[in-house]
């Protein structure tokens, strides 16, 4: 075997290791459909109160467990134009909130998503704010997880209807909590305090997200961020629910926190695959961000806890933060990064380590998306933006690649003449080389900046919510799922369905769009014949349909865009060849391909 046909195979399988470690490691999300939570959301619905441990600067518990119940409590419902649910006041909690604008499934008629609920359902996940006492103070002084708060003010939560909680502990000390919504995803708490003893008094807000159990949904995707996130100045940090366990038992007086200070610019909170509930003091707030694992309960918390106040008697004193609660929409959420001061939110998407790749190529494909009005011809359109930048390097390429086919004959004379000398061979091939002016690594660079635009594109697709459940055509309803028909059923027409993401089989359910794809590839190969020796030709021969297998349960969009790649790819290489002179033949190397097997079959 000559050093081409050993350098073409090490290609070949490096090439097909990637594409292996990628299915393996990197695998397509598969369609996960989770029951709703059985929860309604009314003005005088019953609901256990959550046992989660107040909120403090030394935090103790002031229930026994997650599971135990508490009082009847009434709530107060929450109606937005993106979001429903509501408030308990045992607790004055915010843990009932689903999001209108999303459903489980493809399903007009499936349940809406929903991101807060309370103790007692399935997964219990919600928003508590409190008071820690200091100086003269004692926990029995402010309220916690089991206050019942009263309805000060309003009926129901919108844009246009705050509402207030009061309290008043019997000793002087009457608590407030105003809470507003605006129009998308965003909650503000103002926490008040007066004194009217006749002493000054110490406390201070606190306010925390528990999460009591993991999601059920978790992906469990390296390329994706599922846990806490914590903002701290220019420092952002990640911590899987894995990360919150290592902290620690969580023992009623135990050391099981990990914590920092910090000055400006922080946030924290859980993020999941497309929604987010986050805690946001005002820029300038200095706060103590906390992390917490109980292992009595299995609950996990971001905490956030404000400086002490000092209240003189007859004062008032008042805190305002923020609560994000909602879906992780780049529009929504840049929107609070500029016009509300919340610094660099939009990276609480998880935009990987080719952040300068994919923030670029998802606003692209946003703008797309918002002029066509279609995902599916977004990401065309993305594409040929991408193969127009590329353009001037893919020109050099082909035209290098044509003066290369050129020199073909040159070569297997320099061969005849080199014999056995492969130094000799190499040195005399260089000369030529560079007489004729021709880079033979040209036709590579191409190639290796595909590779970093494919896995942004593939991230793009799979993190951000605007691809989910978004239809391009006909068959093809979510551009973030595999194409859900397959050969195995003749695409449907078969009373049998398609092998489903736990099958074994689930490989061969090849769909229209990555039949689609090997045939783009396939046809772009047979621009130049095949090449003489048969390894090569064989090995070129499958290189179309492994590729298709291998991408074939790859989300739809991404099949898209590779689909477009090969088509543009295609049209590009056979004009700038003609421009060279070189007459492409295609349908002869395709004719020829089949006789040539039709020779290997006899023989």
Known sequence: MDEQNKNLLLATALSALVIIVWVVFFPPPAAIEEPAASITAQSTTNSPAPTAETTSGTTQNQSQAAQETAPTAVRVKIDTPRVEGSISLQGGRIDDLALKDYRETLDPNSPLERLLTPVGSDEPFFALYGWAPAGALDWADVPGADTVWSLASGTTLTPQTPITLSWDNGKGLTFNRTIRIDEDYMFRVTQSVTNNTNDAQRLAPSNELVRIGKPGDLKGFFILHEG??????????????????????DDRWGPTTESISVE??????????????????????????????????????????????????????????????????????RGYETEENVYEFVDSIDWGWFFFLTKPIFQVLHFMNNLIGNMGWAIIALTVVIKALLFPLAYKSYVSMARMKELQPEMEKLKERAGDDRQKMQQEMMKLYKEKKVNPAAGCLPI????????????????????????????????????????????????????????????????????????????????????????????????????????????SGLVVYWVANNTITFAQQYLIMRSQGVKPDVFGNILGGFKRKKGNAKG
């Open 264 to 333: 400006k610019n922080g946030w924290t909170g859980f993020t999941d695959h497309y929604w987010q509930a986050i805690l946001i003091p005002d820029a300038d707030q200095p706060f103590e961000s906390v992390l917490r694992y109980s292992v009595r309960n299995n609950s996990y918390k971001t905490i956030t806890r404000l400086s002490v106040l000092d209240v003189a008697p007859g004062a008032t004193a008042e805190v305002t933060t923020r609560l994000f609660a909602g879906a992780k929409e780049w529009e929504a959420i």
């Open 228 to 249: 806490a996130i914590r903002q701290s100045g220019i420092e952002r940090v990640e911590f899987d629910y894995g990360d919150l366990e290592d902290l620690g038992a």
């Open 448 to 555: 290796l900046l595909q590779i970093p635009i494919f896995f942004s594109l593939y991230k793009v697709i799979f993190v951000t919510i605007e691809l989910r459940h978004a239809p391009f055509i006909l068959w093809v309803k979510d551009l973030s799922a595999p194409d859900p028909t397959s050969f195995m059923n003749l695409f449907g027409l078969m009373p049998w369905g398609a092998p489903g993401p736990d099958s074994l089989f689930v490989i061969l359910s090849i769909g229209v769009l990555p039949i689609l794809m090997g045939v783009s590839m396939w046809m772009q190969q047979k621009l130049n014949p095949a090449p003489t020796d048969p390894m090569q030709a064989q090995i070129f021969a499958w290189m179309p349909w492994i590729f298709m297998f291998m991408l074939g349960q790859f989300a």
